[in-house]
């Protein structure tokens, strides 16, 4: 099975288009770690507080 993102490939038949999957995910942060998220936009550096909230909807996705 070849997959692809082209839409032909040469010498091939294309058998089946499949379409893109997707996903909207709203998650909710504290007053703090926006704060502190606008320090280190600030500043420069990496939001632990919005990284935390990253892998926790990683972590909804995977279960």
Same mark, same amino acid.
């Given at each position: 099975?070849?997959? /692809? /993102?082209? +839409?032909?490939? %040469?010498? $091939? %038949?294309?058998? $089946? @288009? +499949? &379409?893109?999957? #997707? #996903? +909207?995910?709203?998650?909710? /942060?504290?007053? !703090?770690? &926006?704060?502190? #998220?606008? @320090?280190? &936009?600030? !500043?420069? *550096? $990496?939001? /632990? *507080? @919005? %990284?935390?909230?990253?892998?926790?909807? @990683?972590?909804? !996705?995977? %279960?």
């Amino acid at each position: 099975m070849r997959v /692809t /993102t082209t +839409n032909s490939i %040469e010498g $091939r %038949e294309i058998s $089946r @288009y +499949n &379409d893109p999957i #997707a #996903a +909207n995910v709203v998650i909710g /942060t504290t007053v !703090f770690s &926006d704060i502190g #998220a606008s @320090y280190v &936009d600030f !500043f420069g *550096g $990496r939001s /632990t *507080g @919005y %990284e935390k909230k990253m892998q926790e909807m @990683y972590m909804c !996705f995977t %279960e």
